[in-house]
């Protein structure tokens, strides 16, 4: 802890984020990539109302319907204006350790994979020899563009994963920085990609508060309790005690 951090925890004593009369689950990660994800898209099938998909700007314009494959694609692989779309390294400072501040493609970013890079980490990931790679198919996407179900299609085998955590998971010695991704199949031989190009939005799973768009809102002068009514929509802040 720090003495900012103490005299927040000070200044607020006694508040409650609620939704009716239930304290909020309150999710948060890393960066949303423009626009939050709803929480059954990434764990279980249950909708909370105070996290829903929500765009990562200051007006309420309508948002791309990006669990349609053509709208994810196009928003994707363009980088519209956002709270978490920044470089400011004195913010990210605040947000980041200092090895995640190597990071500085989160925003919008590129993972390339050779065709025996892909298959050996899917093989190890998953116990099973899928053979070649053939392809990489979003089957469902979420309100953010995060796939939460994906098929890999092999040479020896074709299986559907989701959701988001496992297909981040499966596709990364770690983990993948997000599962808004789209795939660009290169140099294909009879059929066979040699390599596989994914273009990803975000950094984490992007359900609820987004962190680095929640600190750029704080240096624009957001207040705590504007930021929180801003990614958890519906929601109040109660003083209980």
């Known amino acids: 802890s720090n003495p900012t951090v103490i005299a927040a925890v000070e200044a607020t004593r006694g508040e409650l984020l609620m939704y009716g009369n239930r304290i909020c689950d309150a999710r948060f990660s890393k960066c949303c990539g423009g626009v939050t994800e709803e929480f059954e898209y990434c764990w279980e099938d249950k909708h909370f109302p105070y996290l829903e998909a929500v ?20 928003w994707i692989r363009t980088e519209p204006s956002a709270f978490c779309h920044t470089d400011d390294k004195n913010i990210l400072s605040q947000i980041l350790n200092n090895f995640d501040q190597e990071t500085t493609q989160f925003y919008r970013w590129k993972v390339r994979y050779t ?17 070649q790679i053939i392809d990489l198919i979003p089957m469902e996407r979420g309100k953010s563009g995060r796939i939460s179900k994906l098929k890999i299609v092999g040479s020896l085998k074709t299986l559907t994963i989701g959701k988001e955590l496992e297909i981040r998971r499966i596709l990364s010695d770690t983990h993948l920085f997000s599962s808004a991704f789209v795939v660009d199949k290169e140099e294909v031989t009879d059929g066979i990609p040699q390599s596989f190009l994914l273009t990803g939005a975000g950094w984490g799973h992007g359900v609820g508060l987004c962190q680095i768009g929640a600190a750029v809102m704080g240096e624009k002068g957001y207040t705590y309790n504007e930021i929180l009514t801003h990614y958890y929509q519906g929601a109040d802040i109660c003083k209980r005690y």
């Open 55 to 74: 765009g990562d700007t200051k007006d309420n314009s309508p948002l791309p319907n990006l669990t349609q494959e053509e709208e994810a694609e196009h």
């Open 115 to 131: 065709q025996v890079e892909l298959a050996r980490l899917i093989q190890e990931k998953t116990k099973t020899n899928y053979g």
